[in-house]
C-alpha cells in the first residue's frame, strides 16, 4: 500500500496581500508543503498559530500594533519550529536571528533565495521532528530591541498587571506572558508556584519562615522574602521534600 506523505503545515504573515499571495505562489510549488492559513496582522497570527500549530511560519517583521517581535514574544515555548523572518528593512536582520528566527528573507527576493530559506526550514523541521522542545529562554521586547533570558537564570517571577516580571539577580525583565501560561511552560520539577502572583525557582528557595500572623514567608539565597500561600503551600513542601507538620 502506496504511504501518505505527511506535509509541512505552513503559516503566512504579512499585512500585505501581495505579498501574502507572492509567498504563497512560490509555495505552493513544492508538494511537500500545505499551506494552513495566511493572516495579515501580528494578532491573527497568535490566534492562527496556537490553532492551526504550523511547523513552518513566514511572519513579516514590520506590522502595525503587533509586529513579528511581539508574536514571538507573546508565543513563549509554542514557536513553530522554524520561523522565517521576511521583510523590507535589513536593519531588522540582526534582531531577527537573535529572536529566533532560522532565516531572513529581505524584499525583494528571488526564487532562488527563497528555495534556500525554504530548503533550510525543511532541514531543521526534520531534524526537531523526534526531539521534544525544552523552554530554555524568554524573549524579552524592550524599546528597540529583544533580548533573551536563561530559564536557569531566573531566581522568581511576579504578576505585574498585564505582564510578568522577571527577577534575575539584582535585573528584573518584563515579559507579556500571563503567570498560568508561565507556571504550565515552566519546568515542574524546578519550578514552583507559591502564591496566586508569584512562581519561584526552587534551587533559589533558602527556607520557608513562619511569621508571626502564622502564614509562612519563602525566604531565598539572595535574601528575597516571598509570602507562600495556602493554597500551594503544601506543593511547595511536596517539592523541597517536606513534610507537612501543620496538621492543617
Known sequence: MESVQIKIRTLIVDDEPLARSNLSVLLRRDPEIEIVGECGSGADALTEIRRALPQLVFLDVQMPECDGFDVLERLGNNLP????????????????????????LL???????????????????????????KLERLAVKSVG???????????????ADYYACLHTGPRTHLVRRSMSELEQELDPAVFCRVHRSTIVNLSR???????????????????SSLRLSRRYRKRLQSSLGLRDSSGS
Open 145 to 159: 530591541q529583544v533580548s533573551f533570558v536563561k530559564i536557569s537564570e531566573i531566581d522568581w517571577i511576579e504578576a
Open 205 to 223: 528557595v533558602r527556607s520557608l519562615q513562619l511569621g508571626a500572623d502564622g502564614e509562612y514567608e519563602v525566604l531565598l539565597e539572595n535574601g
Open 81 to 104: 519550529a522554524a520561523i522565517v523572518f521576511v521583510t523590507a528593512y535589513d536593519q531588522y536582520a540582526l534582531r531577527a536571528f537573535e529572536a529566533g528566527a532560522l532565516d531572513y
Open 107 to 133: 524584499k525583494p527576493f528571488d526564487n532562488a533565495r527563497f528555495d534556500r530559506a525554504l530548503s533550510r526550514a525543511k532541514q531543521k523541521i526534520l531534524r526537531d521532528k523526534d526531539s521534544p522542545r
